[in-house]
């Protein structure tokens, strides 16, 4: 029989859909202390809170009879299939997680994860950036991930190093002006 002919009635293959990890092998999985809270209560959420009541939702629109064409069954379905998704993201997610902690960092005079570096470019522009985990990246925030090429370029280097920056409109250089260690207790 077509494997078209087996699947559920909601037309979605849920594997086809899974997130993509944006780490590629080999990489850690690093995450400050506030990233790593911030997935943990988003993971607590979704559990406690945001998939019970979906499961609730299904359940009775199930109960109203002819599933094909229930708008509340199928809407409230695939909700279910995103949050059974972003539930198993997040698990993993945390499950790999190595926690940097910027209060054990040891050379704070060199920019490394967890770091606010302020810098300034050709056009004396001063740019500040949060090197943090992947998941923890918000450029409306100012907060790159550690693996980006503006973070890769400023790795292990200190106040008043210039550094060629290689982009889209050519090479820059940047020069650093501020490297800060947000402690939290």
């Given at each position: 029989?077509?494997?078209?002919?087996?699947?559920?009635?909601?037309?979605?293959?849920?594997?086809?859909?899974?997130?993509?990890?944006?780490?590629?092998?080999?990489?850690?999985?690093?995450?400050?202390?506030?990233?790593?809270?911030?997935?943990?209560?988003?993971?607590?959420?979704l559990v406690?809170?945001?998939?019970?009541?979906?499961?609730?939702?299904?359940?009775?629109?199930?109960?109203?009879?002819?599933?094909?064409?229930?708008?509340?069954?199928?809407?409230?379905?695939?909700?279910?299939?995103?949050?059974?998704?972003?539930?198993?993201?997040?698990?993993?997610?945390?499950?790999?997680a190595e926690?940097?902690?910027?209060?054990?960092?040891?050379?704070?005079?060199?920019?490394?994860?967890?770091?606010?570096?302020?810098?300034?470019?050709?056009?004396?522009?001063?740019?500040?950036?949060?090197?943090?985990?992947?998941?923890?990246?918000?450029?409306?925030?100012?907060?790159?991930?550690?693996?980006?090429?503006?973070?890769?370029?400023?790795?292990?280097?200190?106040?008043?190093?210039?550094?060629?920056?290689?982009?889209?409109?050519?090479?820059?250089?940047?020069?650093?002006?501020?490297?800060?260690?947000?402690?939290?207790?």
């Amino acid at each position: 029989m077509s494997k078209a002919f087996t699947k559920d009635g909601d037309g979605e293959n849920e594997e086809d859909h899974d997130e993509i990890d944006p780490l590629p092998k080999d990489i850690k999985n690093l995450m400050t202390p506030v990233g790593h809270k911030m997935l943990s209560d988003e993971l607590e959420q979704l559990v406690r809170f945001e998939r019970p009541k979906i499961v609730e939702i299904v359940s009775w629109a199930a109960g109203n009879g002819d599933r094909s064409e229930n708008g509340d069954y199928l809407y409230n379905k695939k909700k279910l299939r995103e949050i059974d998704r972003r539930l198993r993201y997040l698990t993993k997610r945390l499950e790999t997680a190595e926690i940097v902690d910027p209060k054990k960092q040891q050379n704070l005079d060199k920019v490394f994860f967890g770091a606010t570096v302020t810098y300034v470019d050709g056009d004396d522009t001063e740019m500040t950036v949060k090197l943090v985990g992947v998941d923890e990246a918000d450029m409306d925030h100012g907060k790159i991930n550690w693996i980006s090429p503006v973070a890769r370029a400023l790795m292990k280097k200190g106040i008043g190093d210039e550094i060629e920056l290689r982009t889209v409109g050519g090479t820059q250089v940047i020069e650093i002006i501020e490297i800060e260690y947000e402690i939290i207790d």
